[in-house]
C-alpha cells in the first residue's frame, strides 16, 4: 500500500465534505493530513499540526505569511516520506511546491473554483502559478470547464485530469415525491457567486402573479442582512425562512419535505466563480429537481428538461418561468429527478472518485521513478 500526504492551510473547513470522502475512502493508499490548524472532520486520521507553542507558532507563522516553507512542514515531510503529496486548493499548493521539491517527492494540486477564477486575478498569483505549473507532477481538475481555465493560466493540458467529485449514496437516499404542492430549497454560503438575490427576486415576481411559495435557504455569510433585507423589502419575507448554517445532514434531510432545489449561481464582480456546487448534485441524488444556471461546471451535471434545469446567470425571469412552467405542468418532474439520480450514480460516486484520483497516483509514482 502506498501513502499520501493530504495538505490543507485549516484542515478542513465545515463545508470542504468533498475533501473529507477522498481521504477517508481511499484503498490503495493510507492517507495523513498536514495542516497549519486542525478545524473539522480529523477523527480517525493522522493529522499533523503546527504545535501551539510560542517558539513553533513564531516561527512558522512568519514563514506562513512570508510564503516561505514553514520548518515544521519540512521536518514533518521527511519524517513521513510520503509516496505522494497531495496539496488541496491552488493558494494552498504553493505553500508545499517548494518543499516536494526539496524532499523529491511528487506534489500532485487539486482545484475546486474561486483558487481559479477569482485568485489569478490578484496580485503576484499568475507568476506563483507558473512556477506551480512547472513544478507539480499532477493536476486535478475538478470539471472539463475548471481544466480549460487551467489550460488557460499556463498548465499543461497533459498534466491535469477531470475528475469529478463523488457522493456517498448510501446517505443520500432518493425519495419519491408527489410534486403535488411545491416549495423551494436552497443551500450555501451567502455570498455574491451563488446568487441568491436573483432567487428571491423570481419569488416576489411569482407573488405578483398570485403565486406564493415557500422557500427555505441554509447557510451563512456577508450577504445575510442584505438577503433579508431584499425579503422584506420585496413583501417575501414571511416566505423566506433563513435557517443559517447546518450540518449537511439536515440539508441532505431537508430534501424529503421539499419539491425543487433553486441555485442561481452567478460569476461575482471580483470574478469569483463555482466550481460545480455540492449542494446541486446531493439534491439530484436526493430526488429534489433541481433549478441552476449555465455557469462554470453546472451544465455537465445537468442537461436541461432531463435531468433538471438551467437558465442564464442573473435571469430572473427565467427562474420564474421556469417555475410557472413547473406549476402549469409541462414538464415531468417524477422523469427529471429519476434521470437525475442515474446520472449521479454513473458520474458522480465515491467510489469512482477515489479509484481515479488514486490511478493519478499511481501514474506518478510511475512516472517519477
Known amino acids: 500500500m502506498g501513502s499520501v ?115 489569478p486575478g490578484e496580485f503576484g498569483w499568475k507568476k506563483r502559478y507558473k512556477k506551480l505549473a512547472h513544478c507539480g507532477a499532477r493536476f486535478i481538475a475538478a470539471s472539463d470547464f475548471m481544466k480549460r481555465q487551467l489550460i488557460s493560466l499556463g498548465f499543461p493540458s497533459e498534466k491535469i485530469s477531470v475528475i469529478h467529485f463523488g457522493l456517498d449514496l448510501e446517505l443520500l437516499p432518493y425519495q419519491t415525491k408527489a410534486f403535488s404542492k411545491l416549495n423551494i430549497l436552497m443551500a450555501g454560503r451567502l455570498v455574491e457567486k451563488k446568487g441568491f438575490e436573483y432567487a428571491l427576486q423570481a419569488v416576489a415576481l411569482l407573488k405578483l402573479k398570485g403565486v406564493e411559495l415557500p422557500v427555505t435557504l441554509f447557510g451563512d455569510g456577508p450577504l445575510l442582512s442584505t438577503l433579508k433585507t431584499l425579503a422584506k423589502r420585496s413583501g417575501i419575507d414571511s416566505q423566506i425562512t433563513f435557517k443559517g448554517f447546518q450540518p449537511v445532514e439536515e440539508i441532505v434531510n431537508a430534501h424529503k419535505n421539499h419539491s425543487l432545489f433553486l441555485a442561481p449561481s452567478v460569476t461575482a464582480t471580483d470574478g469569483d466563480m463555482e466550481g460545480l456546487p455540492n449542494t446541486i448534485l446531493e439534491a439530484m441524488a436526493s430526488g429534489t429537481p433541481v433549478i441552476a444556471t449555465k455557469h462554470a461546471a453546472i451544465p455537465e451535471a445537468i442537461t436541461h428538461q432531463k435531468s433538471g434545469f438551467l437558465v442564464d446567470e442573473r435571469d430572473t425571469e427565467g427562474i420564474a418561468n421556469t417555475i410557472s412552467e413547473i406549476i402549469r405542468g409541462s414538464h415531468d418532474l417524477t422523469k427529471i429527478a429519476e434521470y437525475a439520480r442515474l446520472e449521479i450514480e454513473k458520474n458522480f460516486v465515491i467510489k469512482k472518485m477515489v479509484n481515479q484520483v488514486e490511478d493519478v497516483y499511481d501514474r506518478v509514482k510511475r512516472e517519477w521513478v
Do not use: W
Open 5 to 119: 500526504l493530504h495538505y490543507k492551510t485549516n484542515f478542513l473547513n465545515r463545508s470542504e465534505t468533498f475533501i473529507h470522502r477522498l481521504v477517508s475512502n481511499h484503498q490503495r493508499y493510507e492517507p495523513a493530513a498536514l495542516c497549519y490548524k486542525k478545524l473539522h472532520f480529523c477523527d480517525g486520521l493522522p493529522v499533523h499540526e503546527v504545535p501551539d507553542t510560542f517558539y513553533q507558532k513564531t516561527v512558522n507563522s512568519a514563514a506562513f505569511h512570508l510564503n516561505r516553507p514553514l520548518p515544521f512542514y519540512k521536518k514533518t515531510v521527511r519524517e513521513q516520506k510520503p509516496d505522494i503529496i497531495h496539496a488541496h486548493f491552488g493558494y494552498d499548493a504553493y505553500k508545499m511546491f517548494a518543499i516536494a521539491r526539496a524532499e523529491v517527492i511528487p506534489l500532485v494540486v487539486s482545484f475546486y473554483g474561486s483558487d481559479v477564477s477569482r485568485l
